[in-house]
């Protein structure tokens, strides 16, 4: 369908429904789009789109980002993605701690890794992300890869955030890489519009379309727009891989405090390759000389969708991509980035 047709489309059902309705998308790349296209631009007024926790790095927790730069800094060779580099921490960056010696290496792909492991000893691969980037981590584990595990379950971030009476959230674009991985029924317990869309604009205003369809006739449920990739049950191959290495455990969400079984840990049988029992003893002398640090970043806010980015004092100011004071500035998927490069 065409672009013009679909914007039509969403006038006349907003029309019908008449009142002020939040939609909100759960992933980066969703955010990335909607702000490269203008598409809250050509929305009617009543339609808010508002801005989840969709970006892997920004979620991470504040500990475990001072926990692996504290292992750079004690001489542990650490391999991570670009993006994660950057997120400021009480002990400073990663990239700090490359600054001062320490050994960062930058890489595109777990394979990457894998490859520098076997040149460098000790060397420990950060694994950041939800399901999508998970199953290549899990691999990197089966070949021999260290890891220190950040990976997080996208579906019980979805239900905190329905939990909490703070946000009001007419329905969700959920994720599309993400459920490519682990399908679209997993969402059908959670009571509220969703759709699944894929990553052009038109998958996004078609997506819209669809939740305002939902809205009309009163249901609650999952549809799936991006059925070219997502699949019902997902990808049963890389879940059957996820589930072999890793075992479900509570984890800390930037913003959203801790959430039951949202995490993944390392199983027993890999542990001589799981860096938090590796460096046990030297994670734990970490943790008693972190003195977390006063800041006035609300990343934890805007992650919630309570706040946009530009209701942050730093935002633009003293908080920038080459400037980051919180991890929602620091990622291309994180919100924060993405309002400074498409309105500044």
Known sequence: MEYKKLVQNIQKKEEKINRPLRFMELCGTHSEVIAKYGIKSILPENIKLITGPGCPVCVTDQSEIDIVTGLALTGIPIACY??????????????NAR???????????VIEALKLSRKISNLVFWGI???????MTAWGIQEGLAVFSSHKLFPPAMEALMANNKIRVDGFINPGHVSAIIGAEVYEKFQ??????GFGAEDVLLAIEMLLDQIISGEKKVENEYTRLVKKEGNQKAQKIISEIFEIRNASWRGLGEIEKSGLKIRKKYQHLNAEFIHRDLITKIK???KPKKNACRCGEVLQGLIESKQCKLFGKSCTPDNPQGACMVSREGSCNINFRFTE
Do not use: C, M, R
């Open 288 to 290: 008693k000389e972190i």
């Open 129 to 135: 992300g939800f399901e999508t980037t998970t199953v």
């Open 192 to 197: 509220i519009p969703q759709v699944i869309a």
């Open 82 to 95: 670009g993006d994660a580099t950057n997120i400021p921490g009480s002990l400073g960056s990663l990239e």
């Open 99 to 109: 600054q001062k010696g320490a050994q960062v290496h930058i890489v595109y792909d």
